[in-house]
């Protein structure tokens, strides 16, 4: 097959939800409708479970797990799926963010009674300023829940989405009848023991007609003949441009636990979502089709045995083909370097493969030369961009606690980081290391870490820091910013790439600073518009 037919062909895209809306029961039953697995309960759960163990040991027990639900591909009616896991759980949110930089598109989960959550609206966030394509299944309809036109208000206003439902619910919780499909114009009836079954549909070409009432009976059928109306008047037509320009996002409605409304969702995704789309680099934009082959990293997952020191890095390809056994240049470091067994993902397993084409992810394996971010190319000079890094919320200085131990100490924390588990900062003023983390738990991971992987110990010590600011002058050998660097010299600090942070202790100090100096910008990412000339 063509490069062209098989990029034609692939669709990679990321489920992301608030936990427990119905992220892992849907991508199953995606898995199901693809025949990628025969039962349900064989995808696992990588939430992790409140109160279950102790944290970090949960910890433990989800990496295992999303190595295997990092990437779920499956066919289905010759389209090539790639769903990309995302975790839901907070502590978690930047591997969720580095992993939207690899989807070409999403699709949100929402728990009908739960409505808008806030994990939710932070990751919608992210999608919606990089206007990527996304469609919305509503969950649980087997349960009572909101009122489904409250329901897209609520998506409309607390998402900022422009929303346009293509299925809508007839009844809810007990009163379920079943789905009116506005895209193929049918009608989904619910049986509550479709659990197993592929649910099966009955045409309804003309609304009006009798048909509807020998269905579903008479009211049930006067209500959803009256809010088809309202949503033929409030709502925008459906049009794919706009969808896929992330100006517009169809709904859905189901109950993924129930196998309900699942087929109508993955037949309009494999018609409508977007194919491996072109991505900018540091030089230009690049496309799929191009024949030379480009792609980064966006994951790494490190030393899941701890007997061998061996990474996965998780890249994207994003043009061209990637080949078993070919050399090719590790961009940031000049390197060439050539892979005897790339790994690809077929629904929950691992297998070597030869030939991947873009949209696909492939696993390699790393003794440590990975980054996430870094580019992988044929020869070309080119960095791709978008990978940025988020102020950490949590800091600690992290000490050594064995004198003996410090090589280890500091090979385990460069490795950790290069992962993404967390941030390391270095104080300007007197070179010691502070460890930022998006969450309190990944404290607790990295002490274990480093004891388990690398035979080193550490202590933390509290330090007051609200948030870390990435410092942007506009001017280096302006008097504001000397200025800027000796009274604020404190709380200066390098990242690990060597750009500038300042500590504000409160919102207060930020704010204050800010408007001190108003020409040097203090940004909450890493990556910024520089404001230089
Ligand atoms: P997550 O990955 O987004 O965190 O959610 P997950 O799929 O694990 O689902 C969370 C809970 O919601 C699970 O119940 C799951 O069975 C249930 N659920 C998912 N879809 C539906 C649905 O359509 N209707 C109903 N009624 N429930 C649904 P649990 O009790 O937490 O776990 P389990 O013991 O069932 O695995």
Same mark, same amino acid.
């Given at each position: 097959?063509?490069?062209?037919?098989?990029?034609?062909?692939?669709?990679?895209?990321?489920?992301?939800?608030?936990?427990?809306?119905?992220?892992?029961?849907?991508?199953?039953?995606?898995?199901?409708?693809?025949?990628?697995?025969?039962?349900?309960?064989?995808?696992?759960?990588?939430?992790?479970?409140?109160?279950?163990?102790?944290?970090?040991?949960?910890?433990?027990?989800?990496?295992?797990?999303? @190595?295997?639900?990092?990437?779920?591909?499956?066919?289905?009616?010759?389209?090539?799926?790639?769903?990309?896991?995302?975790?839901?759980?907070?502590?978690?949110?930047?591997?969720?963010?580095?992993?939207?930089?690899?989807?070409?598109?999403?699709?949100? @989960?929402?728990?009908?009674?739960?409505? @808008?959550?806030?994990?939710?609206?932070?990751?919608?966030?992210?999608?919606?300023?990089?206007?990527?394509?996304?469609?919305?299944?509503?969950?649980?309809?087997?349960?009572?829940?909101?009122?489904?036109?409250?329901?897209?208000?609520?998506?409309?206003?607390?998402?900022?989405?422009?929303?346009?439902?293509?299925?809508?619910?007839?009844?809810?919780?007990?009163?379920?009848?079943?789905?009116?499909?506005?895209?193929?114009?049918?009608?989904?009836?619910?049986?509550?023991?479709?659990?197993?079954?592929?649910?099966?549909?009955?045409?309804?070409?003309?609304?009006?007609?009798?048909?509807?009432?020998?269905?579903?009976?008479?009211?049930?059928?006067?209500?959803?003949?009256?809010?088809?109306?309202?949503?033929?008047?409030?709502?925008? *037509?459906?049009?794919?441009?706009?969808?896929?320009?992330?100006?517009?996002?169809?709904?859905?409605?189901?109950?993924?636990?129930?196998?309900?409304?699942?087929?109508?969702?993955?037949?309009?995704?494999?018609?409508?979502?977007?194919?491996?789309?072109?991505?900018?680099?540091?030089?230009?934009?690049?496309?799929?089709?191009?024949?030379?082959?480009?792609?980064?990293?966006?994951?790494?997952?490190?030393?899941?045995?701890?007997?061998?020191?061996?990474?996965?890095?998780?890249? *994207?390809?994003?043009?061209?083909?990637?080949?078993?056994?070919?050399?090719?240049?590790?961009?940031?470091?000049?390197?060439?370097?050539?892979?005897?067994?790339?790994?690809?993902?077929?629904?929950?397993?691992?297998?070597?493969?030869?030939?991947?084409?873009?949209?696909?992810?492939?696993?390699?394996?790393?003794?440590?030369?990975? *980054?996430?971010?870094?580019?992988?190319?044929?020869?070309?000079?080119?960095?791709?961009?978008?990978?940025?890094?988020?102020?950490?919320?949590?800091? *600690?200085?992290?000490?050594?606690?064995?004198?003996?131990?410090?090589?280890?100490?500091?090979?385990?924390?460069?490795?950790?980081?290069?992962?993404?588990?967390?941030?390391?900062?270095?104080?300007?003023?007197?070179?010691?290391?502070?460890?930022?983390? @998006?969450?309190?738990?990944?404290?607790?991971?990295?002490?274990?870490?480093?004891?388990?992987?690398?035979?080193?110990?550490?202590?933390?010590?509290?330090?007051?820091?609200?948030?870390?600011?990435?410092?942007?002058?506009?001017?280096?050998?302006?008097?504001?910013?000397?200025?800027?660097?000796?009274?604020?010299?404190?709380?200066?600090?390098?990242?690990?790439?060597?750009?500038?942070?300042?500590?504000?202790?409160?919102?207060?100090?930020?704010?204050?600073?800010?408007?001190?100096?108003?020409?040097?910008?203090?940004?909450?990412?890493?990556?910024?518009?520089?404001?230089?000339?």
């Amino acid at each position: 097959m063509s490069l062209q037919k098989e990029i034609d062909r692939r669709k990679t895209f990321g489920i992301i939800s608030h936990p427990d809306a119905g992220k892992t029961t849907l991508t199953e039953k995606l898995l199901l409708f693809g025949g990628a697995i025969q039962e349900a309960g064989a995808v696992k759960s990588n939430k992790i479970k409140k109160g279950a163990t102790s944290d970090f040991m949960e910890i433990e027990r989800q990496r295992g797990i999303s @190595v295997a639900t990092s990437v779920l591909a499956f066919e289905y009616g010759g389209i090539k799926i790639n769903i990309l896991d995302t975790p839901g759980h907070k502590d978690f949110a930047e591997d969720t963010f580095r992993t939207l930089t690899a989807v070409d598109s999403v699709i949100v @989960v929402i728990d009908v009674a739960k409505g @808008v959550e806030e994990q939710t609206e932070k990751l919608v966030e992210v999608c919606r300023m990089r206007n990527i394509p996304m469609i919305v299944f509503i969950n649980k309809l087997d349960r009572e829940g909101k009122d489904a036109f409250e329901l897209l208000d609520e998506v409309e206003q607390k998402l900022k989405l422009r929303v346009t439902p293509l299925s809508f619910p007839i009844g809810m919780g007990y009163d379920f009848k079943g789905i009116y499909n506005l895209w193929e114009k049918n009608i989904n009836l619910f049986s509550g023991d479709s659990r197993k079954n592929i649910e099966e549909t009955i045409e309804i070409e003309d609304i009006s007609s009798t048909d509807l009432e020998e269905l579903i009976g008479q009211k049930p059928a006067d209500n959803i003949r009256e809010e088809l109306e309202l949503i033929d008047q409030v709502y925008p *037509k459906f049009n794919r441009e706009e969808y896929l320009q992330g100006g517009l996002q169809p709904v859905f409605f189901g109950s993924a636990l129930n196998n309900f409304g699942v087929r109508e969702l993955l037949d309009c995704f494999v018609e409508i979502a977007p194919k491996p789309q072109p991505k900018y680099s540091d030089t230009r934009l690049v496309r799929p089709e191009e024949n030379e082959f480009s792609g980064f990293v966006f994951k790494i997952h490190a030393n899941m045995d701890p007997k061998h020191r061996d990474r996965l890095a998780f890249i *994207k390809i994003v043009s061209g083909v990637f080949q078993r056994n070919t050399n090719y240049v590790h961009v940031r470091n000049g390197k060439k370097m050539k892979f005897s067994s790339p790994n690809a993902f077929f629904a929950e397993k691992k297998q070597i493969v030869d030939t991947s084409y873009p949209g696909d992810i492939v696993g390699l394996h790393d003794t440590g030369s990975f *980054k996430i971010g870094d580019t992988l190319t044929q020869g070309e000079q080119m960095h791709y961009k978008g990978i940025p890094s988020f102020s950490p919320e949590f800091f *600690k200085y992290i000490n050594n606690a064995d004198p003996l131990k410090s090589k280890q100490l500091e090979k385990g924390i460069d490795q950790l980081m290069d992962e993404g588990v967390a941030q390391l900062f270095t104080l300007e003023l007197n070179g010691r290391k502070v460890i930022g983390t @998006v969450g309190a738990l990944q404290f607790e991971v990295i002490q274990y870490r480093l004891e388990h992987e690398y035979g080193a110990s550490c202590r933390y010590e509290n330090l007051n820091v609200h948030k870390a600011c990435w410092v942007d002058p506009q001017d280096e050998k302006s008097d504001e910013f000397k200025d800027f660097k000796r009274v604020k010299s404190k709380f200066l600090a390098k990242d690990k790439r060597g750009q500038l942070v300042f500590f504000a202790d409160s919102a207060f100090t930020l704010q204050m600073t800010q408007s001190k100096y108003p020409n040097i910008k203090l940004h909450l990412v890493s990556e910024f518009e520089s404001q230089k000339e």
